[in-house]
Nanobody, 126 residues
Framework: EVRLVESGGGAVEAGGSLTLSCAIS????????MAWFRRTPATGREGVAS???????????VYVDSVKGRFTISVDADKNTLWLQMNSLKPEDSAMYYC????????????????WGQGTQVTVSS
């Protein structure tokens, strides 16, 4: 069983920054991909960023176009903490943010991710 706990959300003004973290614990095995998703009532669930943590393409990242150049995903060497650095935040970035992990190599398809956290809320005011 893999457990994920997000933290770091909050309320900021447009242009501000937040850093989300995801503590990963349990029987991890060989996790291949870790990712951040977000959900709003209006847009539903959206993949934000993913990073490969398996041997194939280790460190390769994928970002949704709307966050490229503003968000950075990273993972600690021990793969126990996943990060999302969010800069130049916009009101449209407001959402519940979730971390997720997969034993498969995946990009931003939610169906590929088996384990999910409970989410942390990010609110960006204009």
């Amino acid at each position: 069983e893999v457990r994920l706990v997000e933290s770091g959300g909050g309320a900021v003004e447009a242009g501000g920054s937040l850093t989300l973290s995801c503590a990963i614990s349990g029987t991890l095995g060989n996790l291949a991909t870790m990712a951040w998703f977000r959900r709003t009532p209006a847009t539903g669930r959206e993949g934000v960023a993913s990073i490969r943590t398996g041997r194939v393409g280790y460190g390769n990242t994928v970002y949704v176009d709307s966050v490229k150049g503003r968000f950075t995903i990273s993972v600690d060497a021990d793969k126990n903490t996943l990060w999302l650095q969010m800069n130049s935040l916009k009101p449209e970035d407001s959402a519940m943010y979730y971390c997720a992990v997969s034993y498969n190599y995946a990009a931003l398809s939610p169906d590929a991710f088996r384990f999910w956290g409970q989410g942390t809320q990010v609110t960006v005011s204009s």
